[in-house]
């Protein structure tokens, strides 16, 4: 597969602050990515970017091989869902679509068949002639998809289009948008702050913090092998914890010793380590091996109860799951421990 | 450069113009007049005009005058206002409406109607005893009446963005009204009170009718200005004068704008509507008092109106129409009126698209910050310029030959670009207003799709902001109908105004047609106000709203 999208080096300041650093990945063509991030990390600038809406302050953006760097929106061959959905309140439905489908591509006879197409791939084509006030927000965020559409983009670039629906409806418009891309083939790439949606939707994710790239993967790579602490938390939502480097394969939290964790780090060198949820168990504080942890709070979690503790070495919060009805109250102290095999062991501590 | 930049550039030239042509050249001709033509034609010069004790005099009676008639009418305003949205008043349209009566008619009338009732032979002048209307109580009286509108609408506006929240707090905290009423309504609206006051102020001192009929032998600077122009023919005199007058109103500007930059938003998006519960104390201590100022507002066009179809007030009141045959009469008859209309209609028109195409560029698009920047301060300029000071420039700056532009000395174009901009700022801040409230990605999403701004502008900003259109173009039409201060050096034999004429006729002593010729000015405003709401009504109901929330 060919790189639709390559990104390289790009940088971008607006009036001496920086609001991406360095940042380089690159898109196959007809993938789905999400650029992911806590607010304020630089996703909506590189979307902006991509659009041709800002210009990089240094580096490239090379769409289909050519460097698009400076190119104006318009000769990019893309269509932008914005997070608003910026639909013009006084056009119907189908005028919203027709706004885009200009030039000598679009004569009159074809702009019509072309309306009707793209609001039957989204699902609204007795919507036609409704005007934004009269559709409901998930309809709005659909005809906001088929303006972009509508013009047969190379690119797709979604900002943050789902974040103003209910979870319910979110949830339905997730799983419809990923089968619109896959039957339309357009290469896109979505910004949301959600990592779940990251997560259900794309083949890349690219993780961004603070305008600087932490990893980018296909989401099982980022699940399986997180490449720093953050990404390990904002992603795969696991718990790090502040350890210790002893010799050998050993670790050591607070006071106690964890053997079979392979680190190649010198003893007594400061540590963060990964541990997913699943792995995170709440057993009795006498045993060797777990944590002494006080617990804080105790939630329903679906079929099972999220209980969140403070470990007593470091004072880190953990997050593990425990079966519903099991004897646990916020206070008692528990012990927590984890599977050697499955931490994930970083150089410095969170 | 690709065509949409090109057009923008091109937009940004001929705006620069328009305030180059409307603002800054005539204001350097008054300035650059105020200097010459004296014994030396130097600084100095200004300086002695300046300080001459007559000049003094008038400058403080108008300062006099401006801030008794801001306290008084922010006062009665705030009162009326709080009826209108903070009380449980009966029949608030009808109270609403009546508040914006003066606003139809010129300020004249009001001084007019005063002259009818408490002047030498007025209606109530028998109970009056020795004290008399002429002087600076007329001059404030009938400012008070014709300002009272602009107040209103301004503390109105600033008393109906109320968080109910707010008010529910205060009740479970136990607080009573009126400390509520300090701790909240008053903070609240402190803006609107800072606006409403120095709107009454620059207006006052900047008005010329009531100090000329009701004014007697109390010398303001507007006067000032009118009398050596058109009585002593000392126009660098008038320059000067003029000068003296935009410092008060530059600096009441500047204050204003700084109070508006200050003030934050009353209403978030969480805000709750205040109920109003019933209070019988407040209500009836409202309902009273708004129908006494009410009174006061529809009885000055009550005499107005009874005054021009009377014989000979107060001795013969039979009824007759013969004071609206204004062709008998000095002013420029019934030509006059039909050349108000034409003006109002032209400034109407253009005003209104001259203003949305302006804020339009300065809001929506991003190129040449220091060019928009300069047009964003001329826009709020003009604001600060008194009419007559404004029309005394023109005339420096048209009538002289060497102006290319010369030509459109006393013509209707200079009276429609005059009025224009006389008008221009409050028309500019609500366009920008109606602007801002508009999904800021609207033109993003355009350039995205490939298409031009000023197709965004044409199919969707300007469609959907038609009823602030509407709005100012109705604003324009107004106040073009009952303007005095800033045509009255600028008219030509055929381009005479019935505003102007109501002030000629009074001053020839034609009393009687004046009031008619106001009243007439007071109909077609009211016939054009409810044509333009009954538009308003079926375009609000047609246009969806896309208003960022």
Known sequence: ?350 | MNAEKFIQRLCLVLVTLYFGVSLAGPLTALVVSSLQSGDDGSAANLAGRLTDPRLVRAAGNSLWVGALTSAITTALALFYAYGLTRARLPLKGIFAAAGQIPLLAPSLLSALALVYLFGVQGLLRPWMGEASIMGWQGIVIANVIATFPHALLVLRTALSASDGRLYEAGELMGRSGRSMFLAVTLPGVRHGLVSAALIVFMLTIADIGAPKVVGGSFDVLALEIYEQVLGQQDFAMGAAVALAMLAPTALAMGIERWAASRQSAALSARSTPLVLKPHLARDTAMLTGCSIIAAGLVGVIAVCQFASVAAFWPYDVSFTTKHYDFNRFDGGGWQALGNSVQLAVFTAIGGALLVFANAYLLEKTKPHRVVRGALSGFSLLSAAVPGLSLGLAYVFFFNNPANLLNGLYGTMAILVLATITHFYTVAHLSATSALKALDPEFETAAAAMGRPFWMVAARVSFPISTPALIETALYFFVNAMTTVSVVVFLYGPHTKLASVAVLNMDDAGDVAPAAAMGMMIFYINLAVRIAGETVLTRVRASTTRGKVS
């Open chain 1, 1 to 350: 597969m060919s790189e639709a999208i390559d990104v390289a080096s790009l940088s971008k300041t607006f009036g001496g602050q920086a609001a991406l650093s360095d940042v380089s990945f690159s898109v196959p063509e007809g993938a789905f990515a999400c650029l992911v991030g806590p607010s304020g990390c630089g996703k909506t600038t590189l979307l902006r970017i991509l659009a041709g809406l800002e210009t990089p302050s240094s580096g490239q953006v090379l769409l289909n091989g050519s460097d698009a760097t400076r190119l104006n929106p318009a000769s990019r061959s893309i269509g932008v869902v914005f997070q608003s959905y910026a639909l013009f309140p006084n056009l119907t439905a189908a005028q919203n679509i027709a706004f885009g489908l200009h030039g000598k591509d679009w004569p009159r006879s074809n702009k019509q068949a072309r309306v009707d197409e793209v609001l039957a791939l989204v699902g609204l084509s007795g919507l036609a002639k409704r005007k934004p006030v009269q559709l409901s927000g998930g309809q709005q965020q659909r005809v906001a998809l088929a303006r972009a559409l509508a013009p047969r983009p190379r690119f797709l670039l979604l900002d943050e289009p789902l974040s103003a629906l209910d979870p319910h409806v979110r949830g339905a418009l997730r799983a419809e948008l990923k089968d619109i891309q896959r039957r339309t083939g357009v290469t896109t790439v979505m910004v949301t702050h959600d990592q779940e949606e990251a997560l259900a939707l794309a083949d890349l994710v690219v993780v961004l913090r603070a305008g600087r790239l932490e990893q980018a993967g296909s989401p099982r790579h980022l699940l399986e092998q997180p490449a720093t602490p953050f990404v390990a938390d904002f992603v795969a939502n696991m718990n790090i914890i502040e350890a210790r480097a002893e010799s050998g394969e050993r670790i050591s939290i607070g006071a106690t010793v964890i053997a079979g964790v392979v680190h190649g780090l010198a003893p007594g060198a400061a540590l963060s380590v990964a541990a997913a949820q699943g792995n995170t168990r709440l057993t009795d504080a006498a045993l060797p091996a777990a944590c002494p942890a006080r617990v804080r709070a105790v939630e329903f979690a679906g079929r099972q109860l999220r209980v969140i503790a403070r470990l007593e070495a470091g004072g880190t919060l953990i997050r593990a799951h425990a079966p519903l009805g099991s004897p646990v109250a916020s206070g008692d102290v528990i012990g927590v421990a984890f599977d050697p095999q499955s931490l994930r062991v970083y150089a410095g501590a969170p």
